[in-house]
C-alpha cells in the first residue's frame, strides 16, 4: 500500500509538483511553514487520495490508512512528549479538513480531540486550571457530537440555557468547573439518548470518527453549492489535518488570532487582524466575544488594547513571519495563530481570501513592490469576482421611497415590472420588458423565469438560499429574506409598510445593500479607473483573443465601447422588432397572407432597421459589427393572451377568430427545433432581404455623413447545411449588389455563419465553402448537443447536480463534449478556408473558463454582454498567459 | 472543350466504365442496340455532362456545345441521305430525354422535329401522303408549342373541337389534308399570339428549344416529386437523344408498339406487349385508340389480328431481337419499335420497369435459367418495393359495408376513428388510439398527422396528389380523390350515400382497391412463400446484418417473427402503458405528490407490465429483446383537453383545479428536449426500478415455465454524459440482484443506451466503459444534429425540397452529417469496448439506403417494424453483396 499520510515534516512534501493536490491547501501549507522555520504544532495530512478511498470503500476507513494513522500518531507523541489517550500527559489534537481550495460548508474543525472522562483530569492537573479543563471537555463533546454525532447543536444550547435558567446566570463565563460537570453528564446522556450509544470514550475511535466526518462533509448540500457557484470539480476531495493542540485558552498569557498581511477589504499593505486573549480559534469566530485589534494603529479608537501593545515580543515575531510568508508566498496571506503561555504558534496559512477591489489593489501594488511581474499581477486577479465591481449601482443623488429592506444576495440595481411567476417573467422578457420577478421563494423551477427577471426579490430565505445562490451565479441582482413584504400570489399583490404594489407595477431592487424602491431609479455605471484601469491595460497587453460585444441598442453599444469592447460580435435584429411602434408591422408582415402584403409591411420596417444600423454603425466608429438576420420563430412576435390577441385584432382590423386560427397554425411543439433562424430566411427569403437593405443603406449613409467605415458581418443563423448558407450567402449578394448599383457607392461586407447545431459542426468544411466567418453560438448548441431544452431543464437540474453529472452546468461553462463539436469544426474550417475568422457569441463568451478554452482552440475573438467586456479582457489575457 | 455529344456509333461509349452515368439509359442502350446488329435509326446522345453545363449557363446551351451538335448532325444526313431542313428530303429527327435511371414526369418526347412550311411538302411528296405530312406538322406543333414554348395544350385541342363542330364531324380522322391545312394555319396564329413570337421555321432553332426543354424539365415540379419518392439526387441531370425518325404511321405495312421480354405484372416468361398499325408511338402511350395485342396467344379472345399474324416476318425478327436482348442484358427488357414499310427498327430498350411480384418472379426464374447468378437474383429485387407484397388486405370472406370509393393511391388497408385533422391525429396516435385522417385535401403541414394516422383518405388528388404521393412513402394505406365523400369540417362529419359518419365513428379503408367501408374490417396478413420466400431464404444466406423488429405487442413481435425477425430490436415499454386499465395507475403514479404514493401506483403497474414480458419474451422463444425503460414525458400521459380532465379528475377523485395546475407544471416548451429519457429514470429511479422488477420478475417465471431462455437487453434512453449511464447501470444491477436473492434463480441480461443525442455519439468512449451495447436511435439524433423537430418541420419541408436543400428527407434516409456522427461513435465504442453490441432502431432501420449505410459501418443488427423486416432481410443482403 502506497503512502497515503504525511508529517508535517515528511520529505515526500518536497517531491509533489503539486502538494495541494494531495495534501489539501492547510496541509501544504502547514508542511511549508514548518520549512520555514516556524513553530509549527507537530502534526500529519491525511492525503485526498485518502478521502477518494473512502468513498470507494463505502464511506468507511481502511485499515491501511488506519495504520498509517496510528504509526503517524507515535510521531507526534515523540515530539510532543504526550501520549494520545494517556492519562497523565494526555496528547490532545486538532482535525481540520483541507481541500486543494478553501471551501466552506464543509466540516471545518474539531478541537481537543483526545479528552475523554480520564484524560480531562490529567488536562485539569497539567494546566492547573480544571475550569478550562472541564469547559474545552463540554465544547469537545459538544462540537463531536454534533458534527460527527449528528446530534442537533440546540440540543446543548438549551441544556445549558435551562441551567443557566435554574441557576439564575445569564453568562457561560459565569458557570464554574461543577457547573460544567453537570452539563457533561447532562450532554453524554442526551448523546445517549439520540444515538442509542454512549459518547465516545476511546480516543482512537473518535479520531476515525472525526476523519471520517471530514470526509463525509465533502458530500454535504452547502458543500456542494459552494463548488457548484464556484465550479470546483466534485472529484477533488478533500484532505484531513492532525495537530497536537496548543491552547490559547491557557490563562492571560495565552491568546488566539487571525491576521491578513494586508487588508483584504481595499488591499490597503498594513496588517489586519483580530485576537482574543485566554480563548480558543472557534470563540474568534463564533462572535460571542468582540475581538481585539493586532496593531496599535487599528485600535487607536478602541478601548482595548492590541497585540502589539500588549504582546510586543509575540506580535514582533509574528510580523517577522507575515513578512517571510509574504514573501515566500507572493500574495497576500490569512494567517491563523495561537499563543500559549507567551509563545507564538503558527497554525495555518493561506492565501487569503479577498474582495475584487483589493485583489485589484494588491496585484498593482505588488508589482510596485517588485514581488510580482505584471504578469503574475495579471493572474492574480479572479476574473468573475469583477462581476461585483460591473453592476450599475443607484444614482444615490436622485430622491426614491424604500418600501422594504432585506438581505443583499447578489450585487447590482435593477428597475422593472413587478411580476409573481417565472412564466410571466419569461412572457415579458420575449416581449424584451423588463421584470422584477417577485416570489416567496424560488425553487429550480424557477431558474428559467430568473433569467427572464432583471432581478429577483424573495420575502424569504437567507444570503445562501436558492435565490441568492442562483442570482448570484447568474449575475442578477438579488434582494432576499425581505420579511417585511406580504406576497399574495393570488390577487397578484405584495404589500409593505402601507405600500400595495401590484403585477405590473415598476419597482427597483439594489441588490448591493438590499433596499426595495417604488418606480424606476436611475443608476449610476461603474467606472474602471486607478488600479482597475492598469489591471485592463496590462491585460490588453497579454491577451490575443478579440474581445466584443452582444449588443443591440446604442446604449449597450455605448456602454461596451466604454468598457473596453473591440467591436460587436452579436448584434440581434429581431431585438429591433420589438418597439412598440414596429411590433404592428411585425405582425402585420406574419400575418400578410400573400407576399405583396409582406412587401409592404416589411417596407414600413425598412427605414427603422436602417436607423438602428446607423446609429449603432456610428457608434462603433470602424470596428467590427456582426448583425445577426432574424432568427426566433415568427409565433414568438404574436400576441399570447386574449386580451393582447383582442388588441391587434383591433388594430390590424383583423377578425378575431382568423388571427387566433393563424396563431394556431404558427403553433410549435418544440419552438426551439422549428420554423427558424434560416429557415425563416428559406421560406420568407423577403424578410432577410429587407435586412440586409437596411444593413446595406445604413452603411452608405454613414459613408455620405464621413463616419468612420465599418465592414459589416452578415450572420446567417442556424444553418445545418452547406446549401442553406450558400442560398442564403447569394441572397444577400444580391441585395448588396442592387443597393450598391442604385447608390453607385462601393458596399463591403463579410457573411458567415453561427455554428450552432450539431451538424453545423460536424460538416463545418462544406459550410466553409461559403462562409467568411463562424460564430460559436453556443447556446443552442449546448441545447442540441445534450438535446436538453433551458427552458426545461429546472425541473432535472437539481437532480443532475445533486447526482453529481454536472459538476458544472453546461449553460455558464463549456460542456467538454460540445467543447469537441466546437474543435471539430474549427479545424475542418480552417482546412477549408484558412482565413476564416472564429468567433463566440453565446452567453459562455462571458465566462472565464469558457474564454480558456476559446483561447485555446484558437478562436479569434469572444462576444459577451457589455458588463461582462472587463471580465473578458482579463480573462482572456490569463488564458494567454497560462498557455506559456 | 472535350466531347460532350456522342454518336451511336461512338467508340467512346465503350471507353465509358459506366455508359449509364453519361449517356443516360436511353442513350447507352440504343448504342448498344447498334452493337447488336439491330436496325438502329441513326442518331446521337447529347451527355448528362452538358445538362451540368447547360444549368451553369443560366439555362443556356453553349456555342461548344451546339458546334458539337451540328456536327453531329451532318454525320446523320451522311448515313440518312437526307438533310436536316431540305426542302427535298429533309431529314426529321426526334429529341428525346434520357436520365440515368428511367424517371416520368420529365419531357419524355418530339417527333417529327425539322418540320415547317417547306420541308412539310417534301414529306408529303416523298411519302405521297399529304395528310400523313399535314398531320405530323399539326401534331409536332401541337407538342412542341406546348413542351418548348410552354402554350398549354388545351389551346389546341379547342381549336380542333371548334372545327369539327363547324364541320359537323365527330373523330379526328374525319379531317382531311385541307383541314389539317387550316388547323395549322390557326395553330401557329395561336402561337404568335401567346408568345408574341412566329412559330419557329428555322429547324436548328427547333432543335435548340426541344433540347433546352429537356434539360429544363428535368427540373419541373414533377420530375422532382419523383426524384423524391425515389431518392434520385437532383444532381445527376438528364441525356437528350438525337435520332432520325422513322415512321410508323407510313401506312398499313407500318406500325409502332411497345414490347417487354416478361409480362411485367406477373413475371411470366412470354413476350407482352402491344401495337397499333399506321400510328405513331404517341398513339400508342395516348390511348385514343386501342392497341392490338402482339402475340396470337395473346389476342385469342379479341377481334384484332396480332402482329404474329399480321406481320409474321417482323415478328420472328423481333422475338429473336428481344431473345438477344434479355441474354445481352440479364434482364427483363421494356422494348420500343416502329416498323416502316415493313422493316422493322429498334427505337429504345431498357430494363422494364415491373411489379414487386414479378420482380420476384423473374429473378427466381432467371436464376433458374441460368441467366443470371443467386446473388444477382437478390441484387434483382428492389427491397422497397416488396413494401406492396406486405401490406394486410381486407379479409374478403367477411361481410362489410363499402360507403364510398376513391383511387388505390397507396396499398394496404387500416381501421381507425376518422378524425378530420393532423392535430386530433396526433392525439390519437399518442394516446395509442387508430385514428384514419380525412381531409378534403392534404398539405405539407399534415405530414406529421399523415404519419400519425394508420391511414389516409381524401375527397379531392390523384394518383399523384400530395396525399397519395406523401403516403406511398410513408408505407400507409391511402384512398385519394373519393369524390363521394362530402367532408364538413366545421361539424366534423363527412357523408357519403346515405351514411353520416362523425368524428370518433371507426371506419375501414382499403388502398389497394380505393373502398371506403364503414366499421373495422378484418384483415388478412401477407404470406412470404413462394419465390419470395425464396428470395428471402438466399438473402438471408448472403446477409450478415442480423434483422430485429419494434415491437411491444405479442402480435407484432408474432407477426415479425413470422417475417423473420431474429429479436426485438426496440420495445418501447410507455407503449406499454396506455391501456385504459393501466393509464389510471399511469396517471395517479405521476400525479403522486410523495415516493410513496408514486410507489403505490407503480406497484399496481408492476404486474401488468411482467405479464406483458412474459407474453413477449415466450414468443421471442431464446431470441434477443431489447427493452427500453421509459422514455417519454410524464406530461404525455395526462389528460388533455376539458373533458378528458374531468374524466381523470373524477376517477382519481382529484380536484379539477389541482390537475390543472400540476398539469401545467409538468409542462414543457420544447418536451422533446425536456425531461424524458433517462432524466426521468435519475428523478425518479422508482419507476425505473418498477420497470426493471417486471423484465426481471417475468424473466423468473418464464425459466420456471421452461420457455427457452432469453437475455434481455435493458436500454437507457437519452443519456447523453457517462454518469448517466453509470447511475442507471448500477440501478439495473441492484434490482436483479434483490430479484435474483428473493427467488434464488440467477438472472442474464446486458445493460446499454440508446445513442440519439450528439453528444452521446461523441463521448461514446465514455458511455462505452458502463454499456454492453449501444442502438442508435436515429430519430431523435437526427431531430438534435439539425435542430429540426419533426412534428414541426412540415411549415419548411417543402420550402427545403423546392430548393433543393434536402435531397432526401433526412427523417427517411440516414442523412451524411448524422451518419459522421453515427461513425465516429462507433469507432470510439469499440476503441472502448471491442465486443460492444451495435445496432440501430429509428424508422431508419427499414430503409434499404440506411441499411446499407449501417452494414458499412459495422453494425451488427438494424431493428424496424414488423412488416418492414422481409425488405430488411433484402436489403441486408444486397448490402454486402454490393461490397464485393
Same mark, same amino acid.
Given at each position: 500500500m502506497k503512502k497515503i499520510v504525511f508529517n508535517f515534516k515528511s520529505k515526500a512534501t518536497k517531491k509533489f509538483v503539486k502538494p495541494k493536490y494531495i495534501l489539501g491547501g492547510k496541509g501544504a501549507n502547514l508542511a511549508e511553514m514548518g520549512k520555514l522555520g516556524f513553530s509549527v504544532p507537530p502534526g500529519f495530512t491525511i492525503s485526498t487520495v485518502a478521502c477518494e478511498l473512502f468513498y470507494k470503500n463505502k464511506k468507511k476507513l481502511n485499515s491501511t490508512l488506519t495504520n498509517q494513522i496510528k504509526a503517524e500518531l507515535k510521531i507526534i507523541e515523540k515530539d510532543t512528549g504526550k501520549k494520545f489517550g494517556d492519562v497523565k500527559n494526555p496528547l490532545l489534537v486538532s482535525v481540520r479538513s483541507g481541500a486543494r481550495v478553501s471551501m466552506p460548508g464543509m466540516m471545518d474543525t474539531i478541537l481537543?480531540?483526545? =479528552?475523554?472522562d480520564q484524560t480531562v483530569i490529567a488536562l485539569a492537573n497539567k494546566t492547573k486550571n480544571t475550569r478550562f479543563a472541564k469547559d474545552s471537555y463540554r465544547r469537545f463533546i459538544q462540537m463531536y457530537s454534533n458534527v460527527v454525532l449528528g446530534v442537533e447543536a440546540y440540543n446543548f444550547e438549551d441544556l445549558i440555557e435551562n441551567y443557566k435558567l435554574t441557576k439564575g446566570v445569564? =453568562? $457561560?463565563? $459565569? =458557570?464554574d468547573e461543577n457547573d460544567w460537570d453537570g452539563l457533561i453528564n447532562d450532554f453524554k446522556e442526551l448523546v445517549k439518548n439520540k444515538t442509542k450509544k454512549e459518547f465516545p470514550q476511546n480516543v482512537i475511535e473518535q479520531l476515525i470518527g472525526a476523519i471520517s466526518a471530514v470526509f463525509i462533509s465533502w458530500d454535504s448540500h452547502r458543500a456542494k453549492i459552494y463548488r457548484k457557484i464556484n465550479q470546483i470539480p466534485s472529484n477533488w476531495g478533500t484532505a484531513v489535518n492532525i495537530q497536537s493542540m496548543v491552547f490559547g485558552n491557557m490563562g492571560n498569557d495565552s491568546a488566539t488570532g487571525v491576521v491578513f498581511t494586508r487588508n483584504p477589504s481595499n488591499g490597503i499593505n498594513e496588517i489586519y487582524g483580530e485576537y482574543l486573549i485566554n480563548a480558543q480559534g472557534e470563540d474568534v469566530v463564533a462572535g460571542t466575544r468582540t475581538p481585539q485589534h493586532i496593531t496599535k494603529k487599528a485600535s487607536k479608537n478602541s478601548n482595548e488594547k492590541s497585540m502589539e501593545e500588549l504582546f510586543p515580543k509575540v506580535f514582533n515575531e509574528l510580523k517577522k513571519n507575515l513578512k517571510t510568508l509574504e514573501k515566500y508566498y507572493k500574495d497576500m496571506q490569512d494567517v491563523e495563530f495561537t499563543i500559549e503561555n507567551k509563545k507564538l504558534w503558527m497554525l495555518q496559512t493561506r492565501s487569503g481570501k479577498r474582495t475584487a477591489k483589493s485583489a485589484v489593489k494588491i496585484a498593482v501594488d505588488m508589482y510596485k513592490e517588485k514581488l510580482i511581474s505584471k504578469k503574475e499581477a495579471v493572474l492574480r486577479v479572479d476574473p468573475s469576482s469583477l462581476d461585483t465591481l460591473l453592476h450599475p449601482t443607484l444614482d444615490e443623488h436622485t430622491k426614491f421611497k424604500v418600501i422594504a429592506s432585506g438581505l443583499p444576495a447578489s450585487p447590482g440595481a435593477a428597475s422593472g415590472k413587478v411580476v409573481f411567476t417565472s412564466e410571466e417573467a419569461i412572457r415579458l422578457n420575449d416581449m424584451m420588458q423588463n421584470c422584477i420577478l417577485v416570489r416567496i421563494e424560488t425553487s429550480p423551477e424557477d431558474i428559467h423565469g430568473m433569467h427572464s427577471a432583471k432581478g429577483i426579490l424573495t420575502a424569504r430565505g437567507g444570503m445562501t438560499s436558492h435565490a441568492a445562490v442562483v442570482a448570484r451565479g447568474m449575475g442578477r441582482p438579488c434582494v432576499s429574506g425581505s420579511s417585511e413584504i406580504k406576497i399574495d400570489y393570488k390577487n397578484k399583490i405584495f404589500k409593505s409598510k402601507d405600500f400595495e404594489i401590484k403585477e405590473g407595477d415598476i419597482i427597483t431592487i439594489d441588490g448591493s445593500t438590499g433596499r426595495v424602491i417604488l418606480g424606476e431609479v436611475k443608476t449610476v455605471k461603474p467606472e474602471i479607473s486607478g488600479d482597475f484601469s492598469k489591471i485592463m491595460k496590462w491585460s490588453d497587453g497579454f491577451k490575443k483573443l478579440k474581445i466584443r460585444t452582444n449588443a443591440e441598442t446604442p446604449l449597450d453599444s455605448k456602454t461596451a465601447r466604454e468598457f473596453g469592447a473591440e467591436g460587436i460580435g452579436l448584434c440581434r435584429t429581431e431585438h429591433m422588432f420589438f418597439d412598440e411602434e414596429r411590433i404592428l408591422y411585425v405582425r402585420q408582415m406574419i400575418l400578410s397572407k400573400s407576399k405583396n402584403d409582406r412587401y409592404m409591411a416589411l417596407s414600413k420596417l425598412l427605414p427603422h432597421q436602417k436607423n438602428d444600423f446607423i446609429e449603432i454603425f456610428k457608434i462603433m466608429n470602424g470596428l467590427p459589427v456582426t448583425v445577426r438576420l432574424l432568427d426566433p420563430?415568427?409565433?414568438?412576435f404574436l400576441p399570447k393572451n386574449k386580451k393582447e390577441i383582442e388588441d391587434v385584432s383591433k388594430s390590424l382590423s383583423l377578425p378575431v377568430n382568423e388571427l387566433e386560427s393563424r396563431i394556431n397554425e404558427l403553433h410549435e411543439h418544440n419552438p426551439m427545433l422549428g420554423h427558424r433562424g434560416c429557415r425563416l430566411g428559406i421560406s420568407f427569403p423577403e424578410i432577410y432581404e429587407m435586412q440586409c437593405r437596411a444593413i446595406f443603406e445604413a452603411l452608405i449613409e454613414c459613408k455620405k455623413k464621413k463616419y468612420k467605415s465599418i465592414i459589416p458581418e452578415i450572420m446567417i443563423p442556424l444553418v445545418s447545411t452547406e446549401a442553406e448558407i450558400k442560398i442564403m450567402k447569394e441572397l444577400v449578394i444580391r441585395v448588396a449588389k442592387e443597393v450598391q448599383k442604385e447608390n453607385k457607392i462601393k458596399i463591403e461586407f463579410l457573411v458567415g455563419t453561427m455554428i450552432e447545431l450539431p451538424r453545423a459542426a460536424i460538416k463545418a468544411k462544406d459550410i466553409a465553402k461559403h462562409a467568411e466567418f463562424f460564430s460559436f453560438g453556443t447556446n443552442d448548441l449546448t441545447q442540441t448537443t445534450f438535446g436538453i431544452s433551458r427552458d426545461d431543464s429546472g425541473k432535472f437540474l437539481n437532480d443532475y447536480i445533486e447526482n453529481k &453529472?454536472? $459538476? &458544472? $452546468?453546461p449553460f455558464v461553462s463549456i460542456d467538454d463534449g460540445v467543447g469537441d463539436l466546437i474543435e471539430i469544426a474549427v479545424s475542418k474550417g480552417k482546412k477549408q478556408n484558412k482565413k476564416i475568422k472564429l468567433g463566440i457569441c453565446g452567453e459562455h463568451g462571458g465566462d472565464p473558463k469558457s474564454i480558456d478554452f476559446c483561447s485555446k482552440t484558437g478562436l479569434n475573438y469572444v462576444s459577451c454582454s457589455p458588463y461582462r467586456v472587463p471580465i473578458a479582457r482579463l480573462a482572456a489575457a490569463q488564458a494567454e498567459l497560462k498557455k506559456d
Open positions: 481537543n480531540l483526545g =479528552l475523554n445569564l =453568562l $457561560d463565563t $459565569d =458557570l420563430p415568427l409565433h414568438e &453529472i454536472f $459538476d &458544472i $452546468d
